[in-house]
């Protein structure tokens, strides 16, 4: 699972009721433009829908966006499955309305990454690039 040969695969998703998907949609169009594939689950998704999406697809990652502020539980449970379901090599980042403090904890619990509002898409491309593709011996 995770990191098979070509191009970055990235499952991007909206778990929980969050029904705010636009920064989702740019993310996930960022990504697609900078030539990985990218899965993108829609609305409501279950912490179990997205591990699920991110093994069938042989996603090398998976890409959460939260406003909800359940983000400490959501990232959690995701890395929990992922980690059940012996895929603990599908890399986890997000981002969203997460405050500075908590970013710390996630980060012990195994996310790779967090955005926060006012990241570009560039960066988040390059932080991909620089973090999944050198997994997958993919160029920057």
């Known amino acids: 699972m995770g990191v098979a040969a070509g191009p970055i695969r990235v499952v991007v998703a909206k778990p929980g009721l969050d029904g705010h998907d636009r920064g989702a949609k740019v993310i996930a169009r960022a990504l697609r433009d900078a030539g990985m594939e990218v899965i ?3 609305l409501h998704q279950t912490p179990e829908q997205i591990v699920d999406a ?5 996603a090398d990652a998976i890409g959460l966006s939260v406003l909800s502020g359940a983000h400490n539980t959501l990232f959690a449970k995701v890395i929990e499955l992922l980690a059940e379901r012996d895929a ?15 970013i710390p904890l996630l980060k012990e619990k195994g996310v790779a990454e967090i955005f ?6 560039g960066a988040i ?10 997994e997958k011996g993919v160029e920057k």
Not at 125 to 134: D, K, L, M, S
Request: charged letters at 25%; proline letters at 5%.
């Open 40 to 42: 993108y689950t829609g």
């Open 54 to 58: 991110a093994i069938q697809e042989d």
């Open 88 to 102: 603990a090599d599908i890399r986890l980042f997000g981002g969203g309305i997460i405050p500075e403090e908590d």
């Open 116 to 121: 926060t509002p006012g990241a570009t898409t």
């Open 125 to 134: 491309v390059e932080w991909v690039r620089a973090n999944i593709g050198v």
